[in-house]
């Protein structure tokens, strides 16, 4: 039926055109609220009434005698009828409804695909942390964000498929620690092992498998990068790369046997290599949007409906959370792209 659709709509601009030059812009289909009133529906009467000096249910009815005139609407079209102040109900035959069992057989898969329209789409899902396996939630983001990407691109879009790399902070400190203290022989219940409610450290039993591939000295390999072990309990830098790499590349297995794809997995620690993070906050500093108070750097949030202001940067100089992900969505609209699409989790 979007064959027939784009037929009655021709014929619909042709005929407002009659009535009026320009009118032809205003041949636009809404779908009835309530089914008994038909498949499309018009208020094109209405909108047109007042700049010709006519009342919309008049036009209407002249509209409508018209429309009924064409051989497209004379085919397709079984009733026009005219509802309250001059809405324009239309039901089509049968014969029009059934034309799209033509349609889908006749494009096969094709079937409802647009030509490319040149719109830039980035699409960030999934976005795991590289601190521990993937989890039914980042399948769900996975088959989301996937199911999105699909459907933008059949209608003409240049989808971009991203994964938001969170390769720095805290978190990543924490697995890295965690990594060492396995490697130096701590389990967690041991004493030395972080406990309590907030302790900084990861408790599976994969870190122990990260642990006993970086003393082996083995190579990972993931789709960004590739590391080998120095095998050196002391060097909590090529521990943590060990580690990143290591959970990277299972993540990488997980999504390939889901048939889940990215173009690009932008790192998190380029934001501070680049500058971006301090230029963010710059910026915001910049615009009256900050104040400092015991030494940190806070946002004024509460004037966006917060429950309470945000600390930006810490009173000993790190940034909290949210600031590279502030950055990191200015560098979506910097690189061009014209609409943006999270799947948050």
Known sequence: ????????????????????????????????K?????????????????????????????????LRATPVFERWVEAIDIAGPGFLNMRLKTAAKQEVVREVLAAGAAFGRRA????????????ANPTGPLHVGHGRQAALGDAICNLMATQGAD???????????????????????????????????????????????YIADIAADFRAGKTVKADDREVTATGDIEDLEAIRQFAVAYLRHEQDLDL?????????????????????????????????????????????????????????RKSDGGYTYFVPDVAYHIAKWERGFHRVVNIQG
Request: hydrophobic share 40%; glycine share 8%.
């Open 1 to 32: 039926m979007l064959l027939v659709k784009q037929e009655l709509l021709a014929a619909f601009a042709g005929t407002l055109e009659s009535f009026s030059p320009g009118a032809g812009a205003r041949a636009v289909f809404e779908s009835p």
């Open 34 to 66: 309530v089914a008994a009133h038909g498949d499309f529906a018009s208020t094109a009467a209405m909108q047109l009434a007042k700049p010709l000096g006519r009342k919309p249910r008049e036009l209407a009815e002249d509209i409508a005698a018209a």
């Open 116 to 127: 490319p329209t040149g719109e830039r789409v980035l699409v960030e899902f999934v976005s």
């Open 159 to 205: 989808v971009w498929r991203e994964f938001y790399y969170n390769d720095a902070g805290v978190q990543i400190q924490t697995l890295a620690q965690s990594t060492r203290l396995r490697l130096q022989g701590f389990k967690p219940g041991d004493p030395e092992w972080p406990s309590g409610e907030k302790a900084a450290a990861y408790n599976g039993d």
């Open 256 to 312: 390939r046997a889901f048939q889940v794809r990215f173009d690009h997995y932008y790192l998190e620690s380029s934001l501070y290599t680049s500058g971006r993070v301090a230029a963010t906050v710059q910026k915001l500093v910049d615009a009256g949007k900050t104040y400092e108070q015991d030494g940190a750097l806070w946002l004024k949030s509460t004037d966006y409906g917060d429950d309470k202001d945000r600390v930006m």
